[in-house]
């Protein structure tokens, strides 16, 4: 027996290094095809020498200061205005029943698509939208939609909000789940029975202790809303529209050579990431040194109802924007004709379910497999390293896991041409091995951050114990510690699983134009701009992550009910 | 009616749906007298701690008024009931050291940062912990955490204060010390104070009245 | 740099011309190799009438030839091309991904130049004999640059404005008119960000017919003539962008985005590059049916869609086939029927078999569809070398 335990805990070992293998393939040819080109060098497009000239032509492009100081604002705005309001939410909200309920309401926005939740809720906002058509002409007077910049306008807020509606959740949740790693309930009882407020002693007490778990999630928001692309079109500005949108414009230039300055855009664009995550550390040490007085002069602060409605309400209302958004793209799926200022639809049909509804088959299916495959795929690696760190302690492969939220940061266009090339190199593009394999890049980063700080915050007596009686790892692996950690290992899937719907650069180019998904048919067909074809998509595009969501929250209470009922 | 001085439950019953866990009790707990609740598991001791803090799960039900010195607290949030706990675990804030737990707990009324400073060093004085002010929490014994952890309670000028098994996590030896050290505290400050716990010697060493809950068990988790 | 081009060029076009040279002396053979190929079709799928007019040929080309088509749906020619563009650094000169590309002259340009084409090849299809490469030069010539067998047209577009009859009953016919009426309709008119063909086009457009001699567009610009042919250009849009939408500081993203504005009634105008798509848009309850087409009185420019085939293509014989099907006179009616797609035709009516020809005749209009006597004869594309360079100076101007 103690060989094979021996033999356990050496294969467990791979896992790491088994995982970073998979990753750093198409990572390095991702990061070089980015950085080579920048520095002149792709010789399937004439460039065979090293120079500058990409960088010069980059810093020759016409508004790519103020692109980037978009991309900078916007992005920074948004993860702190997320920031502000899952913690003044948590602080304020804390003790309500709402607050409890929040995962389950919050899941089904996750598991919404960005796009579709951006276009909902353009078509909410804009001056010809749906709150404006509520009350024109009637209330307004406007017989036309009045020439005022709601979408679109150029400080970007509108970008800003249409990434709160989905980063507010995202943060929010994984605030949830770092709550539960934590004494919480005696902290805050301890905190509130030296006198301190329940806002006060979220704030001084929770807040510090969880913040080192959720950072990671506030960087990947920093990175994604800084290089996001898909909502940016719908929702930026256009001249100049965000750093991202025009990076990737530039690699879809008809003049293929726009393919050196793009690269060096996209570099750019790395750093700026870098930077403002760098920027973002250097203000959570400034923020922590100076609330260190406030924490500790023994304020107390008594804020009642006004506070607490306050945030309540603002959380409340973005949810409701994505749904309200997404509910009327619903409404547009059954719309005939519907014009300004008409506030439902003047005609109404079946026919685009009816003209869709058989082609969403194969696709669907495709979908489902696919995430499948890799959010199990993800699931199985970030349960292997994450066993491995606890049986074989930190070793070195643990310690460059960090590797793996490259993808995140790059900007998708260019990092995805490299792992293209590097899949037809091995000849494996348009196969499922390969688009599993493109989707697990993205995919991957996330699992392990939903999955992570629960499992590494598992009480090892548990484990312990079980060894001890079972004489097993295997047993304990599968008879204690997972079903003990159930919720956040299918959380996490769940998590993983969205992502994979959500791919649309990924799949195109590791596909190969083999597979067609959701997103694909959605994002395509988005581009006709026709509001009840995108309704049709969103909607049945958020069906199958919304099914996976709702498994993840029923099975484990399920499973818990029947073992209580076994136990009576 | 005239309320004395100290802790007073009113009439207090507390139940879980049909089942009565706390019938009606009325109970006086004057300054420094320590009385201790014990009762098997399961007969609502932990129950009662959590209404008298105002942290009663929704499926509870209760009825009755505490008053403290005469001031009815029953309907205020446990942040303005000035009451004091310690419990099993001693639950200081890793992410303060010793010295900033204990700032934390001083009153607003406590101006000026060098002499907050000062009280706060002045209690882990009293508590034999002169020179742990910047030691952070996890690098302390059993003991010593237990002690910072009654001095951080005392310094937020509790009016009544409830131990939940203070002692049950040390071992035998330092339990003796720990709890005389506690007991003389709450002694010099004269606190009314009601101590829950399993074990017979320490409600021997408060050496005040003692309620038995309903011998009765059952098999619901208070 | 340069020489390192041109020799991959010939290295690739040597590659191919003996496989072309092969199937040149038969097509009878084409036709049995093509037999059972799977032909992968990058195509724009924005658009769902193209979509199933696309699902209509597979079906066809199946029944026909065996062949099993399918459409690779993109958002943008170029994921198509970088994929060809990635194969080929890669080294995958043969087997390649992509079959055929449905392709817009400037990005048939850029592939054509970084020899990732095969070709030629028109001459191999029997159908290509039916194109009107006389009465519509710009079947062969694409954006001034001759085609040279590169690629096959299959349908024709021309620029058209669309407006709402209801809200303008007379819109304005010319440049210099469009602004006059901007300066009494303050925020209703736009077109799409500049990045966007249809952006650029509304500026080629204009500049069309504010230049003072036509003839110049027709050659490379250059830096010496660049400034002062487009003078009036810029003279005119300066004063006009503050006149428009959003005071001309946002612009919609593409043609579709600026079509969902013309129906929130937050625009009155707008350009098109399909003269059917206003009467598409009507029968598909995107546009009131108000809305109708016009073009200026001095004429719009026009152009051709083609479909070319990469240089590495997997499945050349497939492609070659479906090609040739789509200028079948049968394919050329069905997309013209503007309940499939409204496109009109590449071939020249006259070398059609009189049935052939009343495919044609018997179709009907969209109520928003011009005759050819109101479209009139297209204008040529400018040289792409004034698009690129119009692109430049107003992102110099304005994007700042």
Redesign the interface.
């Given at each position: 027996m103690k060989s094979e335990r021996h033999k356990g805990s050496r294969a467990l070992r791979l896992v790491p290094w088994i995982t970073l293998a998979l990753f750093l393939g198409p990572v390095l040819a991702g990061l070089a095809a980015t950085a080579l080109p920048a520095f002149g060098y792709l010789p399937a497009l004439g460039g065979d020498q090293f120079n500058l000239h990409s960088w010069q032509r980059l810093f020759e492009v016409p508004g790519l200061t103020r692109a980037a100081g978009l991309s900078l604002w916007t992005g920074l705005l948004a993860t702190l205005l997320t920031v502000i309001l899952v913690f003044g939410f948590c602080s304020a909200m804390h003790d309500t029943a709402l607050f409890r309920k929040s995962q389950i309401i919050l899941s089904p926005l996750l598991a919404t698509p960005h796009v579709a939740l951006a276009i909902g809720l353009a078509f909410l906002i804009a001056p010809s939208g749906w709150l404006v058509r509520l009350v024109s002409p009637w209330l307004t007077g406007w017989t036309r939609p009045p020439d005022i910049a709601m979408v679109q306008d150029s400080l970007g807020l509108a970008l800003v909000l249409g990434l709160l509606i989905k980063e507010v959740p995202f943060i929010l949740l994984m605030t949830l789940s770092a709550l539960n790693q934590v004494p919480t309930r005696e902290t805050l009882l301890t905190a509130r029975s030296l006198g301190y407020s329940p806002v006060a002693a979220w704030l001084k007490v929770v807040l510090p202790r969880i913040y080192p778990q959720i950072r990671l999630p506030i960087y990947a928001v920093l990175a994604f809303s800084m290089s996001v692309v898909d909502v940016a079109v719908v929702l930026a500005p256009t001249t100049p529209p965000p750093l991202s949108v025009m990076v990737f414009r530039m690699f879809m230039d008809r003049d293929l050579t726009m393919i050196f300055p793009a690269s060096a855009g996209a570099c750019l664009q790395f750093l700026l990431v870098a930077a403002a995550i760098g920027a973002w550390r250097l203000g959570e040490i400034l923020v922590a040194r100076g609330a260190r007085p406030w924490m500790l002069r023994g304020h107390r602060k008594r804020s009642g109802p006004p506070l607490y409605y306050a945030w309540g309400g603002l959380v409340i209302s973005l949810v409701a924007l994505s749904v309200v958004g997404t509910l009327t793209l619903g409404l547009w799926s059954f719309a005939h004709t519907w014009f300004y200022p008409l506030a439902l639809p003047s005609a109404w049909t079946l026919s685009h379910w009816l003209r869709h509804l058989p082609d969403l088959a194969g696709p669907a299916l495709t979908t489902l497999l696919l995430g499948l495959a890799a959010a199990s795929l993800a699931l199985v690696l970030a349960l292997g390293c994450l066993q491995n760190e606890r049986v074989n302690g930190v070793g070195p492969a643990s310690r460059m896991l960090w590797l793996l939220y490259l993808p995140l940061l790059v900007p998708q266009i260019a990092f995805l041409f490299g792992a293209q090339m590097l899949l037809v190199r091995l000849d494996l593009d348009g196969t499922w091995p390969a688009l599993i394999w493109a989707h697990l890049l993205f995919v991957f980063p996330y699992v392990f951050l939903a999955l992570a700080d629960p499992w590494r915050a598992f009480d090892p007596r548990y484990r312990n114990t079980a060894l001890a009686l079972t004489g097993s790892r295997l047993r304990t692996f599968f008879r204690v510690e997972l079903p003990m950690m159930l919720k956040p290992v299918l959380f996490a899937f769940a998590i993983g699983f969205a992502v994979s719907v959500g791919q649309y650069l990924s799949t195109i180019f590791a596909g190969g134009g083999r597979f067609t998904t959701l997103t694909v048919e959605a994002v395509t067909l988005a581009t006709g701009n026709d509001r009840r074809v995108i309704g049709i998509y969103a909607l049945t595009q958020a069906v199958l992550p919304l099914l996976v969501y709702g498994m993840a929250i029923v099975l484990p209470a399920f499973l818990q009910r029947r073992q209580e009922r076994r136990n009576r | 009616m005239k309320h004395p001085d100290g802790l007073l439950l009113h009439r207090v019953t507390i139940s879980l749906g049909a089942l009565a866990l706390i019938p009606e009790t009325t109970l006086t707990v004057a300054p420094g007298e320590i009385t201790t609740v014990m009762g098997p598991s399961g007969t609502g001791k932990s129950t009662l701690l959590n209404y008298l803090c105002g942290t009663l799960a929704p499926a509870f039900s209760a009825s009755g008024q505490i008053f403290i010195h005469g001031r009815d607290i029953s309907a205020l949030p446990i942040e303005k009931r000035r009451i004091g706990i310690l419990f099993q675990d001693d639950l200081l804030f890793p992410h303060m050291s010793v010295g900033e737990n204990l700032l934390f707990a001083l009153p607003r009324s406590v101006k000026g940062r060098h002499r907050r400073q000062d009280l706060a060093e002045q209690a882990l004085d009293e508590a034999g912990l002169a020179g742990y002010y910047q030691r952070s929490p996890g690098t302390l014994s059993g003991g010593q955490r237990a002690r910072v952890a009654l001095m951080r309670t005392l310094l937020s000028n509790p009016e009544i204060i409830l131990l939940d098994e203070p002692f049950a996590k040390l071992d035998t030896e330092l339990r003796t010390v720990i709890r005389q050290f506690v007991f003389a505290h709450i002694a010099a400050r004269a606190l009314p104070t009601l101590l829950v716990t399993h074990d017979i010697r320490d409600a021997e060493a408060a050496g005040g009245p003692l309620l038995s809950l309903g011998a009765r068990a059952t098999d619901h988790q208070s | 740099?340069?020489k390192?081009?041109l020799l991959?060029l010939i290295v690739v076009v040597a590659a191919c011309i003996p496989a072309a040279a092969q199937v040149a002396e038969d097509w009878e053979s084409i036709v049995d190799k093509a037999r059972g190929q799977t032909v992968?079709w990058?195509a724009?799928?924005?658009?769902?009438n193209t979509n199933s007019f696309i699902a209509w040929v597979g079906r066809r080309v199946k029944e026909d030839y065996q062949i099993d088509l399918?459409h690779?749906?993109?958002?943008?020619?170029?994921?198509?091309?970088?994929?060809v563009?990635?194969?080929?650094?890669?080294?995958?000169d043969t087997g390649g991904?992509?079959d055929m590309i449905w392709i817009n002259g400037?990005?048939f340009?850029?592939?054509k130049?970084?020899g990732l084409l095969f070709g030629p090849f028109t001459q191999l299809l029997p159908n290509f004999q039916l194109v009107d490469t006389e009465g519509k030069p710009t079947t062969i010539i694409d954006f001034t640059v001759p085609v040279e067998g590169m690629e096959a047209p299959w349908r024709m577009a021309q620029i058209v404005y669309v407006y709402d009859a209801l809200r303008l009953p007379e819109p304005p016919r010319s440049i210099p008119g469009l602004l006059e009426w901007a300066r009494e309709n303050?925020?209703r008119i736009t077109h799409p960000?500049?990045?966007n063909f249809l952006g650029s086009t509304f500026l080629k457009q204009a500049l069309y017919e504010l230049v003072e001699d036509a003839d110049v567009l027709g050659k490379p610009a250059t830096d010496a003539n660049f400034a002062t042919v487009t003078a009036p250009l810029w003279a005119w849009y300066e004063e006009l962008k503050p006149l428009m939408?959003?005071?001309g500081?946002?612009?919609?993203?593409?043609g579709?985005?600026m079509?969902?504005?013309l129906?929130?009634?937050?625009i009155d105008i707008m350009i098109s590059f399909s003269p059917n798509e206003a009467s598409t848009a009507i029968s598909?309850?995107?546009l009131?049916d108000s809305v109708r087409t016009y073009v200026l009185d001095k004429g719009t420019i026009g152009n051709t869609s083609f479909n070319a085939i990469p240089y590495n293509a997997a499945n050349k014989e497939g492609a070659l086939v479906v090609i040739n099907f789509l200028l079948s006179p049968e394919s050329q009616a069905h997309a013209q029927n503007p309940e499939v797609m409204g496109n009109f035709t590449v071939l020249d009516l006259d070398r059609l078999s009189p049935e052939e020809r009343r495919l044609f005749t018997d179709l009907p209009r969209g109520p928003a569809t011009l005759s050819d006597a109101e479209l009139g004869r297209p204008l040529p594309e400018p040289h792409p070398s004034w698009m690129?360079r119009i692109v430049a100076a107003w992102?110099?101007r304005?994007?700042?």
């Amino acid at each position: 027996m103690k060989s094979e335990r021996h033999k356990g805990s050496r294969a467990l070992r791979l896992v790491p290094w088994i995982t970073l293998a998979l990753f750093l393939g198409p990572v390095l040819a991702g990061l070089a095809a980015t950085a080579l080109p920048a520095f002149g060098y792709l010789p399937a497009l004439g460039g065979d020498q090293f120079n500058l000239h990409s960088w010069q032509r980059l810093f020759e492009v016409p508004g790519l200061t103020r692109a980037a100081g978009l991309s900078l604002w916007t992005g920074l705005l948004a993860t702190l205005l997320t920031v502000i309001l899952v913690f003044g939410f948590c602080s304020a909200m804390h003790d309500t029943a709402l607050f409890r309920k929040s995962q389950i309401i919050l899941s089904p926005l996750l598991a919404t698509p960005h796009v579709a939740l951006a276009i909902g809720l353009a078509f909410l906002i804009a001056p010809s939208g749906w709150l404006v058509r509520l009350v024109s002409p009637w209330l307004t007077g406007w017989t036309r939609p009045p020439d005022i910049a709601m979408v679109q306008d150029s400080l970007g807020l509108a970008l800003v909000l249409g990434l709160l509606i989905k980063e507010v959740p995202f943060i929010l949740l994984m605030t949830l789940s770092a709550l539960n790693q934590v004494p919480t309930r005696e902290t805050l009882l301890t905190a509130r029975s030296l006198g301190y407020s329940p806002v006060a002693a979220w704030l001084k007490v929770v807040l510090p202790r969880i913040y080192p778990q959720i950072r990671l999630p506030i960087y990947a928001v920093l990175a994604f809303s800084m290089s996001v692309v898909d909502v940016a079109v719908v929702l930026a500005p256009t001249t100049p529209p965000p750093l991202s949108v025009m990076v990737f414009r530039m690699f879809m230039d008809r003049d293929l050579t726009m393919i050196f300055p793009a690269s060096a855009g996209a570099c750019l664009q790395f750093l700026l990431v870098a930077a403002a995550i760098g920027a973002w550390r250097l203000g959570e040490i400034l923020v922590a040194r100076g609330a260190r007085p406030w924490m500790l002069r023994g304020h107390r602060k008594r804020s009642g109802p006004p506070l607490y409605y306050a945030w309540g309400g603002l959380v409340i209302s973005l949810v409701a924007l994505s749904v309200v958004g997404t509910l009327t793209l619903g409404l547009w799926s059954f719309a005939h004709t519907w014009f300004y200022p008409l506030a439902l639809p003047s005609a109404w049909t079946l026919s685009h379910w009816l003209r869709h509804l058989p082609d969403l088959a194969g696709p669907a299916l495709t979908t489902l497999l696919l995430g499948l495959a890799a959010a199990s795929l993800a699931l199985v690696l970030a349960l292997g390293c994450l066993q491995n760190e606890r049986v074989n302690g930190v070793g070195p492969a643990s310690r460059m896991l960090w590797l793996l939220y490259l993808p995140l940061l790059v900007p998708q266009i260019a990092f995805l041409f490299g792992a293209q090339m590097l899949l037809v190199r091995l000849d494996l593009d348009g196969t499922w091995p390969a688009l599993i394999w493109a989707h697990l890049l993205f995919v991957f980063p996330y699992v392990f951050l939903a999955l992570a700080d629960p499992w590494r915050a598992f009480d090892p007596r548990y484990r312990n114990t079980a060894l001890a009686l079972t004489g097993s790892r295997l047993r304990t692996f599968f008879r204690v510690e997972l079903p003990m950690m159930l919720k956040p290992v299918l959380f996490a899937f769940a998590i993983g699983f969205a992502v994979s719907v959500g791919q649309y650069l990924s799949t195109i180019f590791a596909g190969g134009g083999r597979f067609t998904t959701l997103t694909v048919e959605a994002v395509t067909l988005a581009t006709g701009n026709d509001r009840r074809v995108i309704g049709i998509y969103a909607l049945t595009q958020a069906v199958l992550p919304l099914l996976v969501y709702g498994m993840a929250i029923v099975l484990p209470a399920f499973l818990q009910r029947r073992q209580e009922r076994r136990n009576r | 009616m005239k309320h004395p001085d100290g802790l007073l439950l009113h009439r207090v019953t507390i139940s879980l749906g049909a089942l009565a866990l706390i019938p009606e009790t009325t109970l006086t707990v004057a300054p420094g007298e320590i009385t201790t609740v014990m009762g098997p598991s399961g007969t609502g001791k932990s129950t009662l701690l959590n209404y008298l803090c105002g942290t009663l799960a929704p499926a509870f039900s209760a009825s009755g008024q505490i008053f403290i010195h005469g001031r009815d607290i029953s309907a205020l949030p446990i942040e303005k009931r000035r009451i004091g706990i310690l419990f099993q675990d001693d639950l200081l804030f890793p992410h303060m050291s010793v010295g900033e737990n204990l700032l934390f707990a001083l009153p607003r009324s406590v101006k000026g940062r060098h002499r907050r400073q000062d009280l706060a060093e002045q209690a882990l004085d009293e508590a034999g912990l002169a020179g742990y002010y910047q030691r952070s929490p996890g690098t302390l014994s059993g003991g010593q955490r237990a002690r910072v952890a009654l001095m951080r309670t005392l310094l937020s000028n509790p009016e009544i204060i409830l131990l939940d098994e203070p002692f049950a996590k040390l071992d035998t030896e330092l339990r003796t010390v720990i709890r005389q050290f506690v007991f003389a505290h709450i002694a010099a400050r004269a606190l009314p104070t009601l101590l829950v716990t399993h074990d017979i010697r320490d409600a021997e060493a408060a050496g005040g009245p003692l309620l038995s809950l309903g011998a009765r068990a059952t098999d619901h988790q208070s | 740099m340069k020489k390192g081009v041109l020799l991959t060029l010939i290295v690739v076009v040597a590659a191919c011309i003996p496989a072309a040279a092969q199937v040149a002396e038969d097509w009878e053979s084409i036709v049995d190799k093509a037999r059972g190929q799977t032909v992968y079709w990058n195509a724009w799928a924005g658009d769902e009438n193209t979509n199933s007019f696309i699902a209509w040929v597979g079906r066809r080309v199946k029944e026909d030839y065996q062949i099993d088509l399918r459409h690779v749906k993109i958002s943008l020619t170029s994921e198509s091309v970088s994929r060809v563009v990635a194969e080929k650094a890669a080294g995958r000169d043969t087997g390649g991904s992509v079959d055929m590309i449905w392709i817009n002259g400037e990005n048939f340009l850029a592939m054509k130049d970084q020899g990732l084409l095969f070709g030629p090849f028109t001459q191999l299809l029997p159908n290509f004999q039916l194109v009107d490469t006389e009465g519509k030069p710009t079947t062969i010539i694409d954006f001034t640059v001759p085609v040279e067998g590169m690629e096959a047209p299959w349908r024709m577009a021309q620029i058209v404005y669309v407006y709402d009859a209801l809200r303008l009953p007379e819109p304005p016919r010319s440049i210099p008119g469009l602004l006059e009426w901007a300066r009494e309709n303050p925020g209703r008119i736009t077109h799409p960000q500049i990045r966007n063909f249809l952006g650029s086009t509304f500026l080629k457009q204009a500049l069309y017919e504010l230049v003072e001699d036509a003839d110049v567009l027709g050659k490379p610009a250059t830096d010496a003539n660049f400034a002062t042919v487009t003078a009036p250009l810029w003279a005119w849009y300066e004063e006009l962008k503050p006149l428009m939408w959003r005071r001309g500081e946002q612009f919609p993203e593409s043609g579709p985005a600026m079509r969902q504005l013309l129906a929130d009634n937050e625009i009155d105008i707008m350009i098109s590059f399909s003269p059917n798509e206003a009467s598409t848009a009507i029968s598909k309850g995107l546009l009131p049916d108000s809305v109708r087409t016009y073009v200026l009185d001095k004429g719009t420019i026009g152009n051709t869609s083609f479909n070319a085939i990469p240089y590495n293509a997997a499945n050349k014989e497939g492609a070659l086939v479906v090609i040739n099907f789509l200028l079948s006179p049968e394919s050329q009616a069905h997309a013209q029927n503007p309940e499939v797609m409204g496109n009109f035709t590449v071939l020249d009516l006259d070398r059609l078999s009189p049935e052939e020809r009343r495919l044609f005749t018997d179709l009907p209009r969209g109520p928003a569809t011009l005759s050819d006597a109101e479209l009139g004869r297209p204008l040529p594309e400018p040289h792409p070398s004034w698009m690129d360079r119009i692109v430049a100076a107003w992102e110099q101007r304005y994007s700042r």
